[in-house]
């Protein structure tokens, strides 16, 4: 194995949560909504690729830190993260979980701890969070948030279920999300007719119109006028 559990042991400050005490530039903190490892400190890297496009990412705040470079760095003469992108602005040093999936392994949270596994299920690393002593810190967005950013983050969850996962909200009465309500709008039915009620071909026409649709038609058209004759069914 390229990464044992004695490798992070020699790396103590590999933690979600750390002893106020510790720099927060030796922090790498285990973090599941960002989509790469990254970091802020340019210590990290003796050597930096740069990337020949331009690449930013934004914060939770809307803020947005540029991509300056990518390089693998080395924690310990065991433990390595592939393609961390070192950020301007970023103030910590943050694993992704998500690069941990892309690349085949699995991440496990149990009570007091994490671990990583391999596609074989093989003990990649473990982090004993049981282990950190002192007054302990953690990221955390700010209890000041707004309940609609809190909605958007939550992709959509609504005001009771935000309520009951984040008791310190206060919902806002008559609170409308303008897309939620579109994207859950669904036409009313027409009542179905049994017999025709025209006698000949083109007294009754119903007429309605599609679009746009989300791809364009062959002669790039984005909208269906559609003509049906009542009699005949014709369209």
């Known amino acids: ?16 949560l750390e002893v106020v005490d510790q720099g927060m530039e030796d922090v790498w903190i285990v973090d599941s909504g960002w989509s790469r490892h990254m970091t802020g400190h340019r210590k990290w890297f003796s050597i930096l690729n ?7 990412i934004t914060f939770g705040d809307n803020g947005q830190g540029k991509v300056m470079g990518v ?14 992108a070192f950020v301007r602005n970023l103030g910590f040093n943050l694993v992704s979980v998500s690069q941990f999936l892309d690349e085949g392994f699995e991440v496990r949270f149990k009570k007091g701890a994490y671990c990583v596994l391999d596609a074989e299920e093989t003990l990649v690393f473990r982090v004993d969070l ?22 958007r983050r939550l992709v959509g969850l609504s005001s009771m279920g935000l309520i009951r996962g984040l008791p310190k909200l206060r919902a806002e009465k008559d609170l409308v999300c303008h897309p939620c309500r579109h994207g859950k709008m669904v036409a009313a039915s027409h009542i179905p007719v049994s017999q025709v009620m025209t006698s000949y071909p083109g007294e009754l026409l119903h007429m309605d119109t599609v679009g746009p649709a989300r791809v364009a038609s062959v002669s790039a058209k984005w909208y269906v006028f559609i003509v049906v004759d009542d009699f005949s069914r014709f369209s």
């Open 50 to 56: 740069p990337i020949s496009t331009k690449e930013y």
């Open 1 to 16: 194995m390229d990464l044992v559990t004695e490798a992070l042991r020699e790396l103590s400050r590999v933690h979600a």
């Open 130 to 151: 049981t282990s950190v002593s002192g007054l302990a810190r953690c990221l955390v967005a700010s209890p000041s948030a707004d309940i609609w950013k809190w909605h």
């Open 71 to 84: 390089r693998s760095v080395s924690l310990s003469a065991n433990l390595s993260l592939r393609e961390i």
